[in-house]
């Protein structure tokens, strides 16, 4: 019965939600551009439908994502886990945080709807030069390396800010040198990680090691992993168009070569047969 009351409740916020969306979108049609919705019917459908994935969305959020996140967390820094002899000399004793880290960042990144969404638009535009599945997996792992560095923060307790500002330098290094035409996806790339998979779990990741890693405040270190989550599939993005076109350049200058050579030795093997027929 309570499951019940929380989805009416969460179904009657995310409609007061999406009410100025839909408002939005009906007066620019008629009043602006003064012609009328195509397909109407099915586009009211598509309203119903939105507002019915979100409201199971969030609910699954508040009853699983969260919880499990947390208690995730919580599990992995106890101390019986972390050490039984019930003394925590060194962050190494937590790297079972940074697999997790690791591997909840990957997972969620490569589930990302938004994500996926990007991805093949940008094969679409690009003629197929970017793979879908490149760029996912370039992305994700940008996103898992920042989460668990993240998380590594969280455990030394060290300033954000000197992540984030190395972090920002490398990212302007980058964009000096990488391909003209991948800086702006590169860019998006990091914004679209922080959507509606990767973000619950990670938020409650981080609220979590706080909580239960002595002398860290859930406020100040809590937060922070989505900045990482943010920035890091920038350079991945970069990386590996950079690493991309290096390749390509690499063999076009094999494939440039070898013609070279064909075209020498077809050159010498015309000099040879015309000196034996003179």
Known sequence: MNLLSDMLTTLLGTG??????????????????????????????????????????????????FPIGRLMARQLTDINFVNPAGEIFHWSQYSWVFVFAFAIGATTTIAEPSLIAVAIKAHEVSGGSIHVWGLRIAVALGVAIGISLGSWRIVTGYPIYWFIIVGYIIVV???????????????????????????????ALGLGLAETIPNRDPLIDGFGLIAFASLFPIMSVMGYAQLAHWRIQRQMARRA???????????????TQKRETS
């Not at 551009?33 to 699954?60: D, E, S």
């Not at 070569?257 to 000099?271: F, K």
């Open 173 to 203: 290094i980058q964009t000096v040198f990488a391909p003209k035409a991948i800086i702006p996806l590169a860019y998006d790339s990091g914004g679209v990680t922080t959507s509606t998979v990767t973000v619950p779990l990670v938020t």
């Open 16 to 65: 007061r939600d999406l009410l100025p969306i839909i408002i939005l979108i009906f007066v620019f049609q008629i009043l602006i551009l003064r012609k009328p919705i195509a397909n109407l019917p099915q586009v009211v459908f598509g309203f119903i439908l939105v507002l019915l994935g979100l409201t199971l969305f969030l609910t699954g959020l508040e009853k699983a994502l």
């Open 257 to 271: 070569q070898t013609e070279h050579n064909l075209s020498t030795q077809t050159a010498e093997y015309s000099n």
